[in-house]
């Protein structure tokens, strides 16, 4: 790896030997994956533990792939039920949602790290994400989650280098949030609305796309795939059985971004004062 990457890789090292043990909230994506690998190779496995919250906000291929990727990176793991959905201001879909899911998962963790013996807790928070829209931030500061990588200043680019360095199996894999996260801000959250756009999504990568989002935005599904792959929608074949699938799921309409995919892309919602209007 270039030299100065490989200086925050080492700093990575220190601060993680420096924690002693460690519980790693474990999603599965590369950020939590290089995260538990650096944690394992620095302190042991009898010293880590793995655990991957489980909900109707994760996507089912994230859930059943969790288990057998954390025992390829030689730790221990463990699968919590969490309650966000019993949470009414997380079901409300507000701007600051994943700040009720994070304060949901980590207060679940913080008994399951005590039980365990472990100094701490750690995510897989990178560099890049301290510029984004991440009210999940606040809850990790609120109940002293660590973030090494981005206390290191290692961006996303960075972690995936890293990743492939230490033989982390998902280096390359596209980043896959919280399937509330393809809801329009102000709307509902319920399980059937989750359950169609995991469903819709898993058709369409079916197809070969391999990154990829299902919008929800009421009775229109906004599928936004890389721009470099948009033409492939120009095959009327392709158009139908989409179109016909995700009609049979529950859509009415079904559109094609036209930007392409944009991680986040409802934020866009968020400029311009949005957000303030938003949050009264």
Partial sequence: MPPEVRARFDALCERVQDLGSL?????????????????VLELGADRVLAVTGRSPSVPKAELDAAAPLAAALGARHEYLDTSEFADANYLANPVNRCYYCKTELYS???????RHGLNAIANGVNADDLGDHRPGLTAAREHGVHAPLAECGITKREVRLIASAISVPVHDKPASPCLSSRVQYGEAITVEKLERIDAAETFIRGLGFRELRVRHHGDVARIEVPADELHRFADAALRTRVDQKLRELGYRYVALDLRGFRSGSLNDVLLGGALARLER
């Fill in 108 to 114: 679940q963790l913080e008994p399951l790290r005590v």
């Fill in 23 to 39: 519980l790693v909230a474990f999603s599965g994506g590369v950020d939590s994956a290089c995260m538990l690998r650096v944690a």
